[in-house]
Nanobody
Framework: VQLQASGGGLVEAGGSLRLSCAASGGTFSDYAMGWFRQAPGKEREFVAAISRDGTDIYYIQSVRGRFTIARDNARNTVYLQMNSLKPEDTAVYYC???????????????????WGQGTLVTVSS
């Protein structure tokens, strides 16, 4: 499956952005999806994950209540709605896919098989 992330940009602190990740070349509902981010000089970290059918969702603690992950299997797209953005959210955001027969979410980079190219989110203070 190929993943194309979009929606990044420059926003002031407190603002919002919605990231999208469009998938092609596979049966989207066969994949659990995740969002990761990598800030300059730091390791890539998990942000949010959603199960194949969207019923199971998990967030890193620092984004709970501010970010929402969702998927539209009919549109082969996963979204990350980011509200109340903070300067520390500045990073390149990557979407990732894991082919699985099971419901559930995955939080480790090594658990994902496919990665998008990343989209830059910059939050100014």
């Amino acid at each position: 499956v190929q993943l194309q992330a979009s929606g990044g940009g420059l926003v002031e602190a407190g603002g919002s952005l919605r990231l999208s990740c469009a998938a092609s070349g596979g049966t989207f509902s066969d994949y659990a999806m995740g969002w990761f981010r990598q800030a300059p000089g730091k390791e890539r970290e998990f942000v949010a994950a959603i199960s194949r059918d969207g019923t199971d969702i998990y967030y890193i603690q620092s984004v709970r209540g501010r970010f929402t992950i969702a998927r539209d299997n009919a549109r082969n797209t996963v979204y990350l709605q980011m509200n109340s953005l903070k300067p520390e959210d500045t990073a390149v955001y990557y979407c990732a896919a894991r082919e699985t027969r099971y419901s559930g979410t995955y939080v480790n980079r090594s658990q994902y098989d496919y990665w998008g190219q990343g989209t830059l989110v910059t939050v100014s203070s």
